[in-house]
């Protein structure tokens, strides 16, 4: 069975029982039914693009999942898909005082971003309801806005780079989190608002 040659993940990264599969498989709009085959949990890059590589292999599709406060039902797994949670992915890692910028993991809440921009002194703007369950793996997909977008600007304006596990399981790293970077094409904004 194509589960059994994810070996690259240990036993706890992967989900196969009916209330994971209901639970991972669904966002805020539950009234879809979910249908996944399995969730998987990566905690790191590269567990991820070994992930994309093995259902590009074995043909089965990938649902990457956030918080699954989205409500447009695009994180629900209705098909036989594997659901990529990166609730283990939840690491801030660094924070650059001259940059003013955090580097962090795909899977932190973003109410576990702001509090941490507070320690700093500083503010992390994109704010809404959803705060204590969105990551900002899925506010990034969605570009998302929230209540204070008019002043602050969409969760686009707070990127200042990204790295990418790509469908074909290529990593890419995007701007380096440069505030001047005028060279090339800035490929971090056709990844930002992907849902
Ligand atoms: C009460 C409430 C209030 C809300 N208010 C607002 C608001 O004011 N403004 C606003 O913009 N939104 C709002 N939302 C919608 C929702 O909270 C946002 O869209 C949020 O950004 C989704 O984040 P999430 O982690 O829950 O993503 P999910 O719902 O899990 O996923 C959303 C999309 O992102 C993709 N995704 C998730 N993680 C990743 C990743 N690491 N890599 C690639 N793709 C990924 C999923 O496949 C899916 O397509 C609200 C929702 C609720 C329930």
């Excluded at 962090?104 to 809440?109: F, L, P, Q, W």
Aim: proline fraction near 2%; include cysteine; charge should be neutral.
């Amino acid at each position: 069975m194509a589960l059994d040659k994810i070996n690259f993940l240990s036993k706890e990264q992967i989900k196969t029982d009916k209330d994971s599969l209901e639970t991972y498989g669904k966002d805020w709009t539950k009234h879809i039914e979910a249908k996944p085959l399995a969730i998987v949990f990566p905690k790191s890059t590269e567990e991820t693009q070994k992930l994309v590589m093995w259902a590009r292999e074995n043909k089965i599709a990938l649902v990457p999942s956030g918080g699954r406060t989205g409500l447009s039902g695009a994180a629900i797994a209705t098909n036989g898909e594997v659901v990529v949670s990166f609730e283990k992915m939840n690491k801030i890692n660094s924070y650059n005082s001259i940059d003013e910028t955090v580097h962090c993991e795909a899977g932190v809440i973003t109410e576990q971003l702001q509090e941490y921009a507070q320690e700093q002194g500083k503010f992390y703007p994109v704010d809404f309801a959803a705060r204590g369950s969105s990551q900002i793996g899925g506010n990034v997909a969605t570009n998302a806005g929230g209540i204070k977008v008019v002043r602050y600007g969409l969760t686009r304006d707070w990127v200042a780079g990204m790295t990418v596990v790509t469908g074909s399981g290529e990593i890419l790293k995007l701007n380096n989190a440069l505030v001047k970077n005028a060279s090339g094409y800035d490929l971090r904004h056709l990844f930002i608002g992907s849902e």
